[in-house]
């Protein structure tokens, strides 16, 4: 980096990218080619601004894994010729997609920010300018020309999340992500302040950019509740060709001991499905093993999801099936940090 950074803004969809029509009251999507010029405090940041758009965005509702690849696909052929990348998306689906690509992209060296708006860019309470202006100086922070950054996070309302840590807590507040697990990598005040202690720091440097695109989509997310009936959770167990389940469990971990809920279980594992225990709450770890409903669960061989997110273990499970891991390798690779995504202990 020796003159100004240069940043890749890639607009996908969402609320952001949106204007007001002031004659007809209308949102209407804004022209991303333009964006520069749309709003001139652009220009005052110390860096150089190229934007780029999916042909016809989306809303973060029709996210899916094939648009997973698009996004890491334009960062892989831009990702020589820019020091930073911001990719804003809707913040419905924000989580997940920033928690797959922050596991799609090995040996990543450079900053990529995910972040969106609650109000549409035009709007004149709008949250999207902040969010945006800093995500582009977070994106081109560095020290003597090595980026400050060098993971995937997600910035909104003043605060620099590890992706892959998020979730969205609320439709209607500014403040629509946290991170109960993992603390802000930096906030925004009146200073940029880097926790710098969290940052990850890449062992890889000098390895080039390797992205994962194989990504298996035969997978769950089962949600437990008291009265879930034997047959529903049969009916999930039994979608042909299902290789792997997300499993919220309660607490710490804890599920039904009944002999049918173990058996059905079981049977699954024994057929190669994998089974990862993640806990229903929002902060916290699961600990396997500590209460009697969860040791069943340990001993027939369900992963230990620890304190990962939902977000980020669907997205870790698409990622890591795709590798042909025997048993123990699949195990091994789950139940620790590949990109920061757990608390090892
Ligand atoms: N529904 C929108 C989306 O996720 C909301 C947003 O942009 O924040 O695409």
Known sequence: MTTKPNILLIYTGGTIGMIKDYKTNALRAFDFSQIVEKIPELQQLNCKVTSISFDEPIDSSNMNT???IDIAEIIESNYKNFDGFVVLTGSDTMSYT???????????SKPIIFSGSQLPIGDLRTDAKENLITSIEVASANKNGTPIISEVCL???????????????SSEQFEAFTSLNFSPLAESGVHLKFNEQLLYQPKNKEKDLIVRKNLVNEVVILKLFPGISDLVVESIFSIPNLKGVVLETYGSGNAPSSENFIITLKNAIDQGIKIVNVTQCKSGSVMMGHYDTSLMLKNIGVIDGKDIT??????????????????????MFFENSLRGELTDK
């Open 155 to 169: 910035y909104f309302e003043y605060k620099l999340y590890r992706a892959n840590r998020t979730t969205k807590i």
């Open 66 to 68: 094939k648009y997973y």
């Open 310 to 331: 939902t977000e980020s273990a669907i997205a870790k499970l698409m990622y890591l099936l795709s590798h042909g891991l025997s048993a123990e390798d699949f195990t």
């Open 98 to 108: 920033s928690s797959a690509i922050s596991f799609m992209l090995e040996n990543l």
